[in-house]
T-cell receptor
């Protein structure tokens, strides 16, 4: 149980384009999902908290107009990187929190490369 | 702000050895979590701890929630090659809080 999927697993795009990443909780409902960014050999950096049916909460320094988050259902959150640039290249990981617990289950990650 | 200090940063051990790593925080946590991350993958939950003093095992892994609520350790017994990876501790103060991650312990097993 507690499986989280992400799609796509890898994406390569041209500078200036937008990229959408999906995060799904497959066997449980998640009112809260989280989006992280991870640089090579570093820990996970929380970008934003996504709450079903309401606006996402962004961490300090994360541009909400750059990283659009939509949590339209209890099993799906999407992250759209708008007007991507090479510095946005990174490993993006989502997680879903099991309701009424602190435990987060992570997706397999999406490797974004912006040319 | 809250910080988690995880040590050691990296470990080089022989196959079959036991491993110990720990995390300390500047604040009290009410939940401690231990994750393992393989290259190019998302973190996988190993053990979740919810009570001070709690000692929990998952196969060859054992983790404890420190009595002071400011620390936790993870032990791996009789290491095998597939234990290689990065281990992250994570903590949360209150239910529904975001969790704070340590910087990870990178485990290497020497041939």
């Amino acid at each position: 149980g507690a499986v989280v999927s992400q799609h796509p697993s890898r994406v390569i795009c041209k500078s200036g384009t937008s990229v959408k990443i999906e995060c799904r909780s497959l066997d449980f409902q998640a009112t809260t999902m989280f989006w992280y960014r991870q640089f090579p050999k570093q820990s996970l950096m929380l970008m934003a908290t996504s709450n079903e049916g309401s606006k996402a909460t962004y961490e300090q320094g994360v541009e909400k107009d750059k990283f659009l988050i939509n949590h339209a259902s209890l099993t799906l959150s999407t992250l759209t990187v708008t007007s991507a640039h090479p510095e946005d290249s990174s490993f993006y990981i989502c997680s879903a929190r099991l309701t009424h617990t602190d435990t987060q289950y992570f997706g397999p990650g999406t490797r974004l490369t912006v040319l | 702000g809250q910080q988690l200090n995880q040590s050691p940063q990296s470990m080089f051990i022989q196959e079959g050895e036991d491993v110990s790593m720990n995390c300390t925080s500047s604040s009290i946590f009410n939940t401690w979590l231990w994750y393992k991350q393989d290259p190019g993958e998302g973190p996988v939950l190993l053990i979740a701890l919810y009570k001070a003093g709690e000692l929990t095992s998952n196969g060859r892994l054992t983790a404890q929630f420190g009595i002071t609520r400011k620390d936790s350790f993870l032990n791996i017994s009789a290491s095998i090659p597939s234990d290689v990876g990065i281990y992250f501790c994570a903590g949360a103060m209150n239910r529904d809080d975001k969790i704070i991650f340590g910087k990870g312990t990178r485990l290497h097993i020497l041939p």
